[in-house]
């Protein structure tokens, strides 16, 4: 990424800063890969903590995520109780990747990842149909121990707001550059810290936005009265 040394000192700022306002998080734990996958696929397009409330609702209505895997579509976004295009999209891309996953391996579990090393893991995770970077990322540093930090759209949406990556930046570049930043040992609570924050700064902005437009039109109604106000004096004259 351009200008690299700049943004470095950006984003380590940063990190102290949202280090300092919280409090350290464990590291979720999984019995297989595979639930990490559908996490991160479940909780991508909405906020981490509805993510993990939905993603428990989901492991109480299906029997297991082979049972999940052959579901309809229609029974996802029940358990969903949202049928925005946004999570249509989440539930089809949940069932291409977990029957992705049953093609390659023969059932539900991943396992195996966990013996090939991590970069072997990490391109067959990436290469399985239907996976989002976010989910690979997520899954790759919660449940196979590497190095990552898993960015979704409102996370880079933040980053470049901010100011805090370069703004030709593509998202693997700015994934990379973060990969190269923030170590190992810090790489969950980054992740973690940066969500929350991207995730708050949301609201936020859009009430100012709506502010500002709200202010806009009232210059506006002022200026049209004072337009008219000056019309009938004219006329009195």
Known sequence: MKNSKKYSLKITKLFNSLKRKSTKQPMPKYSDPIEAVVYAMVSESMSEAAGRRLYRRMMKHFVDINDLRVSRR??????????????????????????????????????????????????????MAGITPFAVSYCFLTALGGHAIPLNAKMLAYLRAGELVHPKATDVEITGFLDRKIAASDAYDFYLLLRHEAEQAQPAAKAKKIAAKKKTVVKKKAAVKKKVTTKKKTVKK
């Open 74 to 127: 229609e029974e996802i976004l029940d358990v969903f109780r949202d049928s925005s295009e946004e999570l249509e999209k989440s539930a089809a891309s949940i069932t291409r990747t977990l029957n992705a996953i049953f093609a390659k391996t023969n059932g539900m579990m991943l396992e195996g990842l966990t013996q090939d090393g991590k970069r072997q893991a990490h391109k067959d995770l990436s290469e």
